[in-house]
DNA sequence: GTGAAAGCGCTAACAG
DNA sequence: CTGTTAGCGCTTTCAC
């Protein structure tokens, strides 16, 4: 291993210029700079990050807490946002909160005390990764950021805009020509699942059309809901189909698809279906889904935004929220 | 932030045995260390890792290599590695080195060199990820256990048994009366595909059928793939189709029944559809896939042992290497 | 603009 | 079995 005082040394100067040129490049005559530069440059130097990390009590490396990395969504969080801490020299640390067997509220806050005692330089959480303990993010000490809908506003946050994208969907089904349209919600525990439920019901009343509860059925987000939910239509309404059906998540909506191929029933021949999110895995699926959705990528880069203005201190103000507008993919299904 | 100091004083101990609580249990007396324990959980005490890492030359990280994140393996292969990892208090550095809009060969490569002077404990590599630069392994200075084949045998590594597994796929697709089956491989410059086609060919052909190369089309193991074949096939067989399909890859499958259905072609009604793979996104795909594979965490779980036994020097005998069986799940599509 | 020196929190000889 | 002590590699006052 290669250190900071053989590179001094093959520059011909003091320790300490060259640690200045690594972090303070204007205190460092443009000459002299550049020599230990060469020096670093043929030795392939590298700070040791523990040795910078203990002096500076930075660690260079956030944490990031979400539910199930197998979830489009959040694997498409992932990635983009380790692309870009990747590019910023941070070491990205991802929690599932909902590793298997486990119980997913006391991972959350299992992984927030581990998370704040192992030291990271920041925090970023994916909503439901600290589902029903939101208020923890009150207390929480590392400078954090939201991806989600954040009704308390503990830290700085970040999401998509959920009413507005029912709403649009709503409209959209709407002008297809539906009017009895089911709808398969989020879970009501889950605050964005009532957002978009209030959008896309808005549409509904603004087009004139009643609001039918015994169209609403309570979902979980996850796939087994979609399954779930076509059994419900089947059982509850077959002898009056609505004419389109609504999932507020894709998971739920891909899961129903097939539960549907399952029992011959045709999309959007019998029944047209419709989803909210917006991740690459819907390229793959047929009968292709339309949907209305934020790119998980524009998520994770505001996110990270939010989160190194803290880090660095240039901003140090009340916690922000960011709200971000969807896009409508309009496909075969709707 | 609470240290061995203040945790020493609290027990009325020397700080050294409070080191010694923390690394060699046995060389402190039952009596003081209980002691000592009580003073650790009293203060919330956690060792910075920092301060151990720069003092021991250790890192507790290791680094992970892989291709893609958003390939349902690979995202199977990853959780199971953190969970893993979490629970030996290791820390998980995910590499992908296929990020958009680059060139995965010069990543893997970039990568390779950034982990080795970052400083990591272990590395684990994922077959493709070090695509067409394997033998860049046999100089690589880090523990290192590799997941896939490795015909060059530089490092430890762990496989699923593609040759059987694909011939018992061949095996079980004749027992269901195909003889006639178009085969879309993964690229041939990738070990595990061709290791994958002698093994199916091989059934074939112990079965008594001629091996008809005009049957074989070289896919990716990507989705796109899916769709090529399928109209490769219309294309060049619309006039004598085959009555089943295999393919090398899920992925590959997936997009692939996407395609048949966009042309209103029935699985398994017009042809059956079989492919390698074992991931858990295939449950929610109708019809649901014939397939055969090794359980991602299964490989996870051999691969993180495989390192470990390195880095804690508990074995550093030649590289090993690791096959597992694979599991035939048959569903309704072949 | 440059250098000498102190110390971040911890571990492991070594000595007792 | 326990304690004293010397750094791990780096950053940053503080003098020059």
Redesign the pocket.
């Known amino acids: ?1 290669v ?3 053989e590179v ?1 040394e093959r520059a ?9 040129v ?3 490049r ?4 443009p ?3 550049e020599r230990v530069e060469r020096a670093i440059a043929e030795l392939g ?4 990050r ?3 990390g ?4 930075r660690t260079n490396a956030i944490a990031i807490m979400i539910p199930d990395i197998g979830a489009p969504f959040y694997t498409e969080l992932v990635r983009g946002l380790q692309t870009a801490c990747d590019s910023e020299g941070l070491d990205a640390l991802i929690y599932n909160t909902d590793v298997p067997g486990g119980h997913s509220e006391d991972h959350g806050l299992h992984y927030l005390r581990m998370i704040e005692k192992r030291g990271v330089d920041g925090l970023i959480v994916a909503d439901a990764a600290l589902h029903r303990i939101q208020h923890e993010l009150l207390k929480v000490t590392v400078p954090t950021a939201f991806i989600g809908n954040l009704p308390n506003g503990a830290v700085d946050s970040i999401e998509q805009d959920g009413f507005d994208s029912a709403y649009r969907m709503g409209k959209y089904l709407i002008s297809k020509g539906h009017t009895r349209i089911a709808h398969v919600t989020g879970p009501s525990f889950f605050n964005m699942s009532m957002i978009r439920q209030a959008g896309f019901e808005h549409a509904l009343a603004d087009a004139g059309h009643p609001i039918d509860d015994s169209l609403r059925y309570e979902g979980t987000f996850l796939p087994p809901a979609g399954h779930d939910a076509v059994r419900w239509l089947l059982e509850r309404h077959s002898n009056n189909m609505p004419t389109a059906i609504f999932f507020a998540s894709s998971r739920m909506a891909r899961a129903a698809l097939a539960a549907l191929a399952d029992r011959g029933i045709r999309v959007p021949g019998d029944i047209a279906v419709a989803s909210y999110d917006l991740t690459k895995d819907l390229e793959d699926v047929r009968p292709r889904l339309t949907t209305i959705g934020v790119d998980p990528a524009d998520l994770s880069r505001g996110a990270l935004k939010l989160l190194n203005e803290r880090v660095s201190g240039a901003y140090s103000g009340p916690p922000r929220r960011i709200v971000l507008p969807a896009t409508l993919e309009v496909h075969m299904t709707a």
Chains 1, 2 share one sequence.
């Open positions: 291993m250190k900071i005082q001094a011909g100067v003091s320790l300490t210029t060259v640690s200045h690594i972090n303070h204007d205190r460092v005559s000459a002299l700079r130097y590298i700070p040791n523990q040795a910078q203990l002096r500076t009590g």
